[in-house]
């Protein structure tokens, strides 16, 4: 059989199919939640995360359905929890987790891992927001306490 004969008589639907699938595999892969976000929502202002989310890490992107930016939530060596706000004190900008640090695109504020400037323009720390463990869930309050 020759080439033009091999590619008419059905090489290309396999091609097809291969293609088809790899690109629909690609497709849905792009669709996952990445590694290390917690997609959720609130009731009441408050949001439950199980403890077991912090089994394999101790940061975790917090993404809630109806709020203005996600939050960072690290648990703490002591086995508690914190959550920051990655809303930049400036200007309002989201803020980007850099190592253990967040860092503003729009004018280059820098805060550590526990919400303080360590460089300006910002003059206010992230917000923290209360976050306490009831029966192996994290209980996070939406609004701001400090
Ligand atoms: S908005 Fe973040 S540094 Fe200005």
């Known amino acids: 059989m020759d080439r033009k004969e091999f590619i008419k008589k059905g090489s290309c639907g396999i091609c097809i199919a291969l ?5 629909l595999s690609a497709l849905l892969d792009s669709c996952k939640t990445p590694l290390g976000v917690v997609k959720t929502s609130s009731k009441e202002d408050i949001v439950l995360i199980p403890v077991k989310e912090f089994e394999q ?3 975790k992107l917090v993404r809630v359905n109806n709020y203005d930016y996600d939050l960072a939530v690290q648990k703490n060596a002591n086995g508690t929890y914190t959550t920051l706000v990655l809303l930049c004190s400036h200007a309002g900008q989201p803020l980007t987790r850099t190592g253990k640090n967040y860092y503003c695109a729009l004018h280059g504020s820098q805060f550590d891992h526990e919400g303080h400037v360590t460089k300006g323009p910002a003059e ?3 917000i923290k927001l209360t976050t306490q463990i009831i ?3 994290i209980s996070i309050q939406l609004k701001k306490t400090s």
Do not use: A, E, T
């Open 135 to 137: 029966n192996d869930q």
């Open 19 to 23: 293609s088809s699938g790899f690109l």
């Open 124 to 126: 206010r720390d992230m």
């Open 57 to 59: 890490s101790d940061y």
